[in-house]
Structures are given as structure tokens and as C-alpha cells.
């Protein structure tokens, strides 16, 4: 089964902006005011898409990946890619100051990572990542920002071109190389949408889009520390683990999760228009159960066995 196939998703995520350069008219102009910012990331994206071959091929341990992670972060940062402050809905924003650094680092490294674990069964991160790009782009049209939702597009074309590949049965996998790479440009894309705007109700928006990848990543952390097991060891209590174990096959999963990931974006698309800090606290507060409701539900099932 060939396992390469992320090279096949940055290859087209890549081949649009290759354009830019030939054409001539206003979008290509408005480019030239993003080119500086849009080539650090791709620069990243490729430095993450290497590392992911070479695990691919080679495997890599988790302190050799971490690393390299946030080396390609903390470049990022200073390319442009930064959290320098976080909106409050019942008041003025929070400028992080010092923080900046290492908030910036613990999202970029962090929905690398949760797109990366939420490639567990087919089509699951590249429909997943679908769902959430179509959102962002959404999002930027609605602000005004034409070339980041053009590059948002590109995520969402690329992805949703593979995904007929991989989608259960699935003829080639995504691998590493894929999913690191898709969840290094969610990130990054996730920095200059969402964090850039201080409507009230952005706060939420980001928790929201990624909700998915985030919640299932939490859970699982938590989980291996409540009981013990090492935090970087494989095992079967991911989210979509719990589907199969629960009597779903591969395809009802991933659609089951799809449908989660595209209403959640509706929603935050929603939030980030209509948003007030009433909708915000109602809004978190339903997630919030939501959430706490799943994990109940899922405790009182036979607990999935670790991967030997």
C-alpha cells in the first residue's frame, strides 16, 4: 500500500500559486503583498513534509519529531506566523506581550499534531481538514481577506482531490507526510484568520473550527496520564478508535465525524458573524457538555485494548 500520498497533496496545494507568477492582473498584485508570508509557510510545509517522509520511510522517534517541530515553528514565528494577542468577549483584548513565543509554538505544534493522530482510519484527517478549510475560507471571505481564503481553497481542493484515494477502502494512505504537512498549514492558516481580529466572539471561533482534532487529542492525553501509560506510546483510544469500537466500519466513522467537523464550522462561522458574549457563553456551554457528555458515554463502554 503506498504510503507517500501527502506529497501528492502538497504537490497540488502548491501547483495554484505557480500561476501567480505567470499572470498578470489584480489578484497576482495583491499576491505580491502576501508573497514574503506566503513563502515562509510553504518553506514550513515542505520542511514538515520531509520530516514526515522520513518517518514514513525510516521512523522517527517522538523526541527527534518534537524537535524538528518546533524548530519549523519557531521559524514560522519569526516569518510572520504569530499569536500576539487573544480577544476577550467582555472586554478589550489581552495582548500576550512575552507570551507571544510560546503560545504561537504550542498551536502551531499543536494542530500539527492533532491532525497528525487523527489520521487513524481512512479519509479521516484529509475529509476532516476539508471541512475545516472550506470554514476558513468562509471566515476570510467574509472579512475581506481574498488571498488567505484563495490559500485556505487550495488546502481544501488539494485534500478533497486526494480524498477519493483514500477514503475507505483506501488505495494510498496519507501517511506522515501528509498529515504533518496538512496540520502545519491549518495552523498557520489558523494564525493570520483567526487571530488577527479582534471581534468579540473570535475567541471562540478557533475551539469551534478545530474542535475535532483538539478534543480528541486532549481526551487522549489526559487519558494515557490517568492511567499510567506512556504519552507517546500508540495505542486504540482515539475518537475514531472508539466509533470502531463501538461497532462502526471505517466509512460510517469518518462520515460521522465529517458531519461533526462541517456543523461545527457552521457554527463558527455563524459566531464570527452574529457573535455577542451572550451566543459566545451559550455556545461554549453546549460544547462543553457536549463534550463531557461524549467522554461519559464512552467511559461505559469495554475499554479498547492498547496496541500491543
Known sequence: MPRLGGIAVFGGFCAPWLAFYLLDNRVTATFQNYEKLFLALMIGAALML????????????????FSFQIMTALALYFGGYQITLLS????????????????????????????NLLDGIDGLASGVTVCIALSLAVINIMNDNVMVALLTLCLAGACLGFLPHNFAPARIFLGDSGSLFIGLVLSCIG?????KVTTAAIV???VMLFGIPLFDTTAVFFGRMARGAPLFKAD?????????????????????LY???AALGGVA???NVHGTPRLVVIVSSLVALLAIYVLFALRHHDKPKDTP
Open 259 to 261: 458531519a461533526v467537523s
Open 204 to 206: 471562540i471561533v478557533p
Open 50 to 65: 520531509l520530516l514526515g517522509v522520513a518517518d514514513d520511510i525510516k521512523g522517527l522517534n517522538a523526541k527527534q519529531k
Open 88 to 115: 476577550n468577549p467582555f472586554g478589550s483584548s489581552i495582548p500576550l506581550g512575552w507570551l507571544a513565543l510560546p503560545v504561537s509554538i504550542l498551536w502551531i505544534v499543536g494542530v500539527t499534531n492533532a491532525i
Open 191 to 195: 494564525i493570520i484568520s483567526l487571530f
Open 269 to 271: 462561522v455563524y459566531v
Open 236 to 256: 486504540r483510544t482515539h475518537l475514531h478508535h472508539r466509533l470502531l469500537h463501538m461497532g462502526m466500519n471505517h466509512r460510517q466513522a469518518s462520515l460521522l
